[in-house]
């Protein structure tokens, strides 16, 4: 708490008077994150977890992305924000409950087009095939061994991005998670964005399918994921990119969990997160259609 204490002594000059101790938030698996009450305003005060660069997050991204997402009205405003923290306001919302998102993906669909057509540039690249080979000698470097599925989740990868290479790296979020979803009403009018520690430019066909496959996505949701996206009904070439899509997000989560298991202070069971996806990669590799997938994306 002696770093926290240091940095809401700094965060007053700018923002007033702190009330209270800072409270904790759960729920995050690589930073910790309190709500400050600084004057007659609530901030969440972000601290980095150790080595976070290591993981492909860029700092300054982070508060670019969050910059320019609060301008569209898609992510909270940022109040301040440097290598030490980031502080953004507090927003009393909740999450997307059951299957609201499934069955009405529409904004979070809106609101990811508007982030990726918003032009802003941002110094950080995002590609899972050359995030699996920075992770790969990270794991080295720190004396560990890579998991048999390893090597499985680099060639899937690699087809992947034979078959959609970037060819007009767009702003992205890339975590798009179910706790980074947050509802301001009791419907889905009003949905922002939050954590946007690994934003970079990528391809924007990842952010959906990052989204599909963390927040579950039946073929009935991809349907409506894609035609409100893209405006239109969405053609077989869309659908397999999206497919592939959720394999390259697994493909990041699993490669993700085994780096966090080396270099991470925090209390989580990082191996069976890795765990989790490795095994979840594994059958969307064994499904028929793979192949399919793979023409009609490049097509």
């Not at 979070?108 to 950080?124: D, K, M, N, S, T």
């Amino acid at each position: 708490m002696a770093d926290l204490g240091a940095i809401v002594d700094r965060l007053a000059r700018r923002l007033g008077a702190p009330a209270g101790a800072p409270i904790p938030l759960d729920g995050g698996i690589t930073n910790r994150n309190y709500v400050v009450r600084f004057g007659e305003r609530d901030y969440v005060v972000r601290l980095p977890g150790r080595d976070t660069a290591l993981l492909g997050i860029n700092r300054d991204a982070e508060r670019i992305a969050g910059e320019a997402a609060a301008a569209l009205g898609i992510a909270p405003a940022v109040a301040a924000g440097d290598r030490d923290c980031l502080v953004t306001e507090f927003l009393r919302g909740g999450p997307i409950e059951g299957g609201q998102l499934l069955r009405a993906p529409e904004g979070v669909a809106i609101a990811l087009r508007a982030f990726h057509e918003c032009g802003v540039q941002l110094p950080v690249r995002f590609w899972v095939p050359e995030l699996l080979d920075s992770y790969a000698v990270i794991v080295g470097e720190r004396g560990g061994t890579l998991p048999d599925g390893w090597a499985q989740a680099q060639e899937l990868a690699r087809r992947v991005a034979v078959a959609m290479p970037i060819s007009d790296p767009a702003p992205c979020h890339n975590d798009l998670l179910p706790s980074n979803l947050l509802r301001l009403d009791d419907g889905l009018r009003q949905i922002v964005l939050v954590d946007w520690e690994y934003a970079g430019m990528g391809h924007p066909m990842f952010d959906l399918g990052n989204l599909a496959v963390n927040n579950e996505f039946d073929d009935a949701a991809e349907r409506r994921l894609l035609a409100a996206y893209f405006g239109e009904p969405p053609s077989p070439g869309r659908r397999a990119q999206l497919r592939l899509m959720r394999i390259m997000s697994d493909a990041r989560e699993a490669a993700w969990g085994v780096v966090q298991g080396a270099i991470s202070e925090l209390e989580f069971d990082f191996g069976a997160y890795a765990t989790s996806h490795f095994t979840r990669l594994a059958q969307a590799a064994s499904d028929p259609r793979l192949e399919e997938w793979l023409v009609a994306a490049a097509a």
